[in-house]
């Protein structure tokens, strides 16, 4: 209900300004200044693009949490798929001045595991660090096997003043973090809590599990693949 009434909330706040930009230019048109008309027109059309992302992303999160999405799993090796994932979303985090450092062990072992879903779940986790991750700071990627035969992922981050300040205790629990994250950032109408709630969904259909801890001001999400 909470997760609910945030998503509303953030799809009626770009849609009042799609409305008032609208409305500004169906009345005023005519003695309008052309810079003015171009300027609400950007304006509206980056709120409505903004509004057709979210309704993207709550679509997605329905047909993962009702179990409508297959997944097309195939024997890999955690280490080298990863390795691959995190590459093609570098850029995301090398714009922010971030160093990236990525170590991630190879095992004897395959898993099961759907290449495309996963690459979703790692350009969202990239985009959060990109997004609310401190500039000029180390982003860290570790892999590896643990004993009880799974592989574990974690990604750690310097959160910046944004969300630093956010509760997070050993004993929260992914959907309040997700959701409170998720309204961390309703002034620049973006969203990120529900692509991690959209994360956590995968990883639960691998038969995984995904966690967040924190020390200090830094943020690690875990992932772990059986």
Request: glycine share 6%; aromatic share 8%; net charge negative.
């Amino acid at each position: 209900q909470q997760l609910v009434a945030g998503i509303s909330h953030d799809l009626r706040t770009p849609l009042t300004a799609v409305i008032g930009h609208l409305s500004l230019l169906d009345q005023e048109w005519t003695v309008m200044e052309e810079s003015q008309k171009r300027q609400s027109i950007q304006v509206a059309l980056g709120r409505s693009q903004s509004v057709s992302h979210l309704v993207d992303q709550l679509f997605d999160y329905v047909l993962y949490t009702n179990h409508q999405v297959a997944l097309h799993l195939q024997q890999l090796d955690p280490a080298l798929l990863f390795v691959q994932l995190v590459d093609s979303f570098e850029p995301l985090v090398r714009e922010k001045q971030m160093t990236l450092l990525v170590d991630l062990a190879t095992v004897s072992k395959t898993y099961a595991l759907d290449s495309e879903k996963l690459q979703r779940v790692v350009g969202n986790l990239m985009s959060n660090i990109a997004k609310y991750g401190a500039q000029q700071s180390q982003v860290t990627i570790y892999g590896k096997g643990t004993d009880q035969g799974a592989y574990e992922l974690t990604f750690t981050n310097k959160m910046n003043q944004q969300v630093s300040h956010l509760p997070l205790e050993p004993s929260t629990n992914l959907t309040e973090w997700t959701e409170t994250y998720f309204t961390s950032d309703r002034v620049s109408g973006r969203s990120a809590g529900l692509g991690l709630a959209i994360c956590r969904e995968i990883i639960e259909h691998h038969g995984g599990t995904m966690d967040l801890s924190s020390d200090g001001d830094l943020l690690t999400v875990t992932l772990r693949f059986y």
